[in-house]
C-alpha cells in the first residue's frame, strides 16, 4: 500500500483473541460497537475467520453454531448475530471475510493477470487483497467507526495473514485511527483460588510477535479483575493499568456495554480514538428490567440439534428479548425429538411446558417426533410457535390428521409420499451445489387482515422476514389445507408460496407458523413480533 491511506475517515478497532477460542471475542466487539452508538456514529463490523470455506452454510451447526443469514442472503458466523442485535445495524455478506473468500479472490485475480506476471505472494497480494476489503467496506458504508473482529486464536495458523493485515493498518493510517483490543483468559485454578495473569501474559507476548501491541486487554474471568492482576498485567504487558478490563461473566450479555463502561472503556476509546461513547438509556433500562422480571413461564425448543445450544443461538437470544421488554422470566426447555415416538413421549417431556417452539433443521432425524409434539400442540391448545421446518412439519401434521392424507410428508423425508403436501422448488430440482440450492435473505409476504399473525406485526400489509430453506407448502394442496381450516396468513407477493399459517382463534389460542426465520431480526429493544406474541399468550395461559 505504500502510502497513508487519507481517503478512508474511519476509525478502526480491531478485536482479537487468545489462549483459547469461544472466549466471547464477537460479543466484546458488539459490546464496544454499542457504546460508540450512543453518540449516534455510524458502527460497521467486519468479521474475519481463517477456515477455507466461502462461509458457514454447509457446516453442521452442532460443531459451528448456528448459521445467521443477512437480508441480502449471506450465510455467516453467529457473530453476525451479535453485531446486529448491539449495533442496530443490518449487515452485509461482503462484511463477512473468510481465507476462502480471500484466497479465492487472488486465484481469480492471479488468473485474469491483474498481478501482471508477478509471483503471487501471502505478503503483500493476500495481506493487500485484506486491507482493501477493510478500507473499502469503511469508504462504502461511509463508516465512522469499522470494527475488525479476527477469529481463533494468536498462534493459529489460519489467522496469520489477518493479523498481519491488521498490524500494517497502524502505518497506513496513522496511530491515531486504530485501537487494538486483545481479549484473553484469566482462569481461577481449582484449589488455588487465584486469579492467574500467565496465559494472559504469554498470549500478549504471542501477539507483540506479530508487531501488535495492544492499546486494551480485556480480561475473561468468573469474577471482577483484582487491583494487583490488572497492575501486573499492566507491567507485562506494556499497558496502562487502566487499560485492563474485566470481562466478567454475566447472566445476560446484554449487561456488557454496561460493564465495560463502568470498567472505564469508553474514556480509553475517547482518549485514544477521540469519539465519544457511553450507555443509552433505553438500553440500561432493558437491562434493569432483567434484574427485576415477575413472573415465569417454560417454552420448549423441541429440534434435534439441541447439544450444542449455540445452534439455536438466536432463538434463544429473542427469548432474553421477550423476557426483557414482557418482564418475565423464561425458562427454556430444550428438548431433542429424536426418541419421541408417541403423544405419551411428548405429554411426558411437555410436561409443565407452557409454550413450544419447534425451529429450522434440515434432514430426516427427529422429524417424526417433531409431528408427534406439533400434533399435541394442536389438539391439546398450547400455544405454538413453528419456524421453517416447524412450519413444513405443521402442514404434514395438519395433512395427516386433519385433512385425512395418510402417509402425507414431506419429499426431503419421503421421497415416496402419496402425499407431498411440502416439496422441492421446482427451479432447484437440477442445482447440485450445496451452497446455492435454498432460497436465502429477505423475502415479503403479504398479510391477510383480520389475522393473528397481521396483528401481530402491527397490521402491516407487508412483512419481511429472512429465509433459508428449499422446501415449500405443495401449491397442490393448497385447496384441500383451507377447507379443512388452515389459514394462509401471510403469502408470497405473486400468491403462489405460502410463508406464514395459524390456526382460528377459535380453534386454538396461539398456532403460528413461518417460513422464515424471525429469531434473526429479533432485537433488544423489539422483539421478534411471533416471538413476542407467543410469550405473551403463555403468560394469559400461565395466568389462568
Known amino acids: 500500500m505504500g502510502s497513508v491511506r487519507r481517503d478512508v475517515k474511519s476509525k478502526f478497532i480491531i478485536v482479537t483473541g487468545g489462549v483459547l477460542s469461544g472466549l466471547g471475542k464477537g460479543v466484546a466487539a458488539a459490546s464496544i460497537g454499542n457504546l460508540i452508538t450512543k453518540s449516534g456514529l455510524k458502527v460497521v463490523p467486519i468479521k474475519c475467520d481463517g477456515y477455507l470455506n466461502v462461509d458457514p452454510g454447509t457446516m453442521n451447526p452442532t460443531e459451528h453454531g448456528e448459521v445467521f443469514v443477512l437480508d441480502d442472503g449471506g450465510e455467516v458466523d453467529m457473530d453476525f448475530g451479535h453485531y446486529e442485535r448491539f449495533l442496530g445495524v443490518n449487515c452485509k455478506f461482503s462484511w463477512s471475510l473468510t481465507m476462502g473468500k480471500v484466497y479465492e479472490e487472488v486465484r481469480i485475480k492471479e488468473r485474469k493477470g491483474d498481478y501482471l506476471g508477478k509471483t503471487v505472494q501471502m505478503i503483500p497480494h493476500v495481506t493487500d487483497t485484506i486491507k482493501e476489503k477493510f478500507f473499502s467496506i469503511a469508504l462504502k458504508e461511509d463508516a465512522d467507526v469499522t470494527i475488525i473482529e479476527v477469529g481463533g486464536t494468536v498462534g493459529d495458523i489460519e489467522n496469520e495473514l489477518f493479523l498481519e493485515a491488521c498490524r500494517q493498518m497502524k502505518k497506513d493510517l496513522s496511530p491515531s485511527n486504530v485501537l487494538y483490543v486483545h481479549l484473553t483468559y484469566v482462569p481461577v485454578p481449582g484449589g488455588v483460588h487465584e486469579q ?262 402491527d397490521k402491516n400489509v407487508e412483512v419481511w422476514e429472512r429465509h433459508r430453506h428449499r422446501y415449500e407448502v405443495n401449491p397442490d394442496y393448497h385447496e384441500k389445507l383451507l377447507s379443512n381450516g388452515m389459514i394462509f396468513s401471510g403469502m408470497s407477493p405473486d400468491g403462489k408460496l405460502v410463508e406464514f399459517i395459524e390456526l382460528p382463534a377459535e380453534k386454538h389460542r396461539c398456532f403460528v407458523a413461518t417460513q422464515g426465520h424471525p429469531e434473526l431480526k429479533s432485537r433488544f429493544e423489539k422483539p421478534g413480533p411471533l416471538f413476542f406474541g407467543l410469550v405473551k399468550e403463555c403468560m394469559r395461559k400461565e395466568k389462568e
Not at 434463544?316 to 418482564?327: I, R
Not at 405443521?394 to 414431506?410: D, H, K
Open 196 to 457: 492467574k495473569s500467565k496465559p494472559t501474559q504469554q498470549s500478549v507476548a504471542l501477539l507483540r510477535e506479530r508487531g501488535i501491541e495492544p492499546d486494551i486487554i480485556i480480561g475473561r474471568c468468573q469474577e471482577f479483575l483484582e487491583q494487583g492482576l490488572k497492575k501486573k498485567i499492566s507491567i507485562f504487558c506494556g499497558i496502562d493499568e487502566n487499560a485492563v478490563i474485566s470481562g466478567v461473566d454475566v447472566d445476560s450479555v446484554y449487561k456488557i456495554p454496561i460493564y465495560f463502561s463502568n470498567e472505564g472503556i469508553n474514556e480509553i476509546i475517547r482518549s485514544r480514538l477521540s469519539i465519544g461513547s457511553g450507555v443509552k438509556p433505553t438500553w440500561k433500562k432493558l437491562v434493569d428490567n432483567l434484574d427485576n422480571l415477575d413472573g415465569e413461564v417454560t417454552i420448549a425448543i423441541c429440534g434435534k440439534y439441541t447439544k450444542l445450544e449455540d445452534s439455536y443461538a438466536s432463538i434463544l437470544e429473542a427469548m432474553k428479548h421477550c423476557s426483557a421488554n414482557l418482564k418475565v422470566k423464561i425458562e427454556v426447555k430444550m428438548v431433542d425429538t429424536t426418541d419421541v415416538k408417541t403423544q405419551a413421549d411428548v405429554a411426558g417431556v411437555l410436561k409443565g411446558v407452557d409454550g413450544v417452539i419447534v425451529p429450522g433443521g434440515f434432514g430426516t432425524r427427529g422429524i417424526e417426533g417433531k409431528i408427534q409434539v406439533i400434533q399435541y400442540c394442536r389438539e391439546k391448545n398450547i400455544p405454538f410457535l413453528g419456524i421453517c421446518y416447524g412450519l413444513q412439519l405443521s402442514i404434514v401434521e395438519f395433512a395427516r390428521n386433519v385433512c385425512g392424507l395418510a402417509g402425507a410428508s414431506t419429499t426431503e423425508a419421503h421421497a415416496g409420499t402419496p402425499h407431498p403436501v411440502i416439496d422441492i422448488l421446482p427451479e432447484q430440482k437440477k442445482v447440485t451445489d450445496m451452497g446455492g440450492t435454498m432460497r436465502l435473505g429477505a423475502y415479503p409476504a403479504m398479510m391477510k387482515k383480520g389475522t393473528k399473525i397481521w396483528e401481530l406485526y
